[in-house]
């Protein structure tokens, strides 16, 4: 009789609607199994092994609510290995060495046994010693499990004898179809805007997206089977804000959210940002309006905010939901209190509308490339003058077409860093008529 119960988890029977839906949710095959592609997809390291039945120890090392007590029990049930989950806040060496004894007694009846051990950053160092032998003589193949990082968790004797795969938190897609899964095991119905939202709040975390599912399920009155706006922030503990992603409602507040930039009013923007992220609005959308914003509204009166922009945009996109979030409100407050110029915008509009408006005229024979002796002798590149040859690194020669020549599109303000920029290009301006001064004497 083994100390604990050897064998994978059960299939689903009449009894299973008492166990928690994330329990009764595992799924029984690697094509039921949500997320973590870059190890399970076709091809792909583990899924290789588990389909040769070369199976050898390993630690599992990702975010809670990812998979891997159930990838650990999917792999011995595929490898026909008898499981035995050891926790490690349950047991210590005494309950070690009477898993190890029951684990060499099986391998000398021709059985393997996958021993999972959760939460195995727990054990000191003497515990995770004890696993050792056993690992070394085959006894048992090992699966670890932490969220920690085993590089500082887990021995160095036993990572080098294990094999680490780094599980991703599940994107809200994933969870979705998970959640779609648990409402058909329900029997319930609900709108993909509500499961979005308790995907977006499981924060990658599908055993909390389930459980989510389960109580706002168990919450419906007699007889109701759709899952409704109320079951589901009873569920959260917190209000749902629920919005049409592609109707007017969102373009609504994505012009606050711009107005309110636009305006120095970092509260407001706060404010309507916040408003975007409960509603569940596409992160990087956020992002990118932003990053529009310091290009449109800021400018150069602060050159930096591109900057911020783009970091906060990168932030967004390593770190994922909720602590991207952190960056998008830091940005919005930074743009906010930035001092405001349009005026490269301008510029560019206005230099849009002569190329429109005016006759497309031929480059400048002095502003032309002359790469060969012929296009020298049609005269490509006569009469260029090289900055670098004057006072100051600035000439005067003339850089727009005849019909445009002297004409001004960027006109900078007095905000910001375009207030030194506008002194800068008065300096230019003065260099190059004293240039042309010189030239024509």
Request: aromatic content about 6%; some cysteine.
């Amino acid at each position: 009789m083994s100390l604990f119960d050897a064998s994978p988890l059960p299939q689903r029977d009449l009894g299973l609607h008492k166990r928690p839906l994330a329990d009764r949710m595992r799924p029984q095959t690697l094509e039921d199994y949500a997320g973590q592609e870059h190890i399970l997809g076709p091809g792909r390291p583990l899924r290789a092994q588990i389909e040769r039945d070369a199976i050898s120890s390993m630690i599992l090392w990702g975010p809670p609510g990812v998979g891997k007590t159930t990838l650990a029990s999917l792999i011995a049930r595929l490898t026909k290995c008898d499981f035995v989950p050891f926790s490690a806040v349950m047991g210590g060496i005494k309950e070690i060495k009477a898993v190890m004894a029951d684990a060499e007694r099986s391998r000398r009846l021709g059985r393997r046994t996958i021993v999972f051990v959760d939460e195995i950053h727990r054990f000191n160092k003497a515990q995770q010693d004890a696993f050792l032998p056993y690992v070394e003589k085959g006894d048992i193949i090992l699966i670890g499990a932490t969220t920690e990082n085993p590089s500082f968790e887990v021995i160095s004797a036993l990572l080098s004898r294990s094999k680490v795969y780094a599980l991703r938190a599940l994107t809200v897609p994933q969870i979705v179809q998970l959640l779609k899964r648990g409402l058909a095991e329900l029997g319930a119905a609900a709108s993909e805007d509500l499961l979005e939202q308790i995907a977006i709040h499981a924060g990658g975390d599908g055993r909390t997206a389930f459980n989510t599912l389960d109580a706002a399920a168990a919450a419906l009155p007699e007889g109701c089977r759709s899952l409704t706006q109320q079951a589901v922030e009873d569920a959260l503990g917190r209000r749902v804000l629920l919005y049409d992603k592609s109707g007017e409602e969102h373009f609504n507040l994505v012009s606050a959210l711009h107005k309110s930039v636009r305006s120095s009013d970092a509260d407001a923007a706060l404010y309507w940002l916040s408003r975007m992220l409960e509603a569940g609005e596409d992160r990087m959308y956020i992002a990118r309006r932003l990053v529009r914003m310091a290009i449109e509204d800021i400018g150069l009166a602060d050159p930096k905010a591109l900057e911020q922009s783009i970091a906060a945009m990168q932030a967004v996109h390593f770190l994922g939901i909720p602590e991207g979030d952190l960056a998008l409100g830091q940005l919005a407050i930074y743009l906010a209190v930035a001092p405001k110029s349009d005026a490269s915008y301008r510029a560019l509009g206005a230099a849009g509308d002569d190329v429109e408006r005016t006759v497309t005229e031929p480059v400048p024979m002095h502003l032309r490339n002359a790469p060969t002796k012929l296009m020298k002798e049609f005269g490509y590149a006569e009469g260029y003058q090289h900055a670098h040859q004057f006072q100051g690194g600035v000439g005067g020669m003339e850089c727009l077409p005849p019909s445009l020549a002297g004409k001004r599109y960027y006109v900078p303000t007095d905000r910001g860093v375009e207030k030194r920029i506008g002194e800068r290009l008065e300096e230019i301006r003065r260099a190059r008529e004293q240039a042309r001064e010189k030239g024509s004497a």
